[in-house]
Nanobody, 129 residues
């Protein structure tokens, strides 16, 4: 079994930066991909970014391309989300997710919630204008 725990959220002014971390523990050799999703009240959880664990290939939502960078440190079983040029509309709870079933290898699953079976509790990111 794999557990993931996020850290690094907080309050920042528009235009500022934050870095989120997500540490995986347990049977981390089963991790095939890790991702970030975000959610605001009254809206569905949306995909932000993902990284394939073996290849390091990265995937981004159009809304964050050029501003956010996802990366992973395999030795530490940790993924990071560097968020620059933050906007008020980036305000959300950011959830870390891991795929331990290889689901993200198929189709567009790497962009979808159903591609991931391990989820963190989330960390709040608030961007003030």
């Amino acid at each position: 079994q794999v557990r993931v725990v996020e850290s690094g959220g907080g309050l920042v002014q528009a235009g500022g930066s934050l870095r989120l971390s997500c540490a995986a523990s347990g049977h981390t050799f089963r991790v095939y991909a890790m991702a970030w999703f975000r959610q605001t009240p009254g809206r569905e959880r949306e995909f932000v970014a993902a990284v394939s664990w073996a290849s390091g290939f990265t995937y981004y939502a159009d809304s964050v391309k050029g501003r956010f960078t996802i990366s992973r440190d395999s030795a530490k079983s940790t993924e990071y989300l560097q968020m620059n040029s933050l906007k008020p509309e980036d305000t959300a709870i950011y959830h870390c997710a891991a795929d331990t079933r290889k689901t993200t290898y198929y189709g567009d699953s790497i962009y979808l919630e159903d591609g991931y079976d391990c989820w963190g509790q989330g960390t709040q990111v608030t961007v003030s204008s």
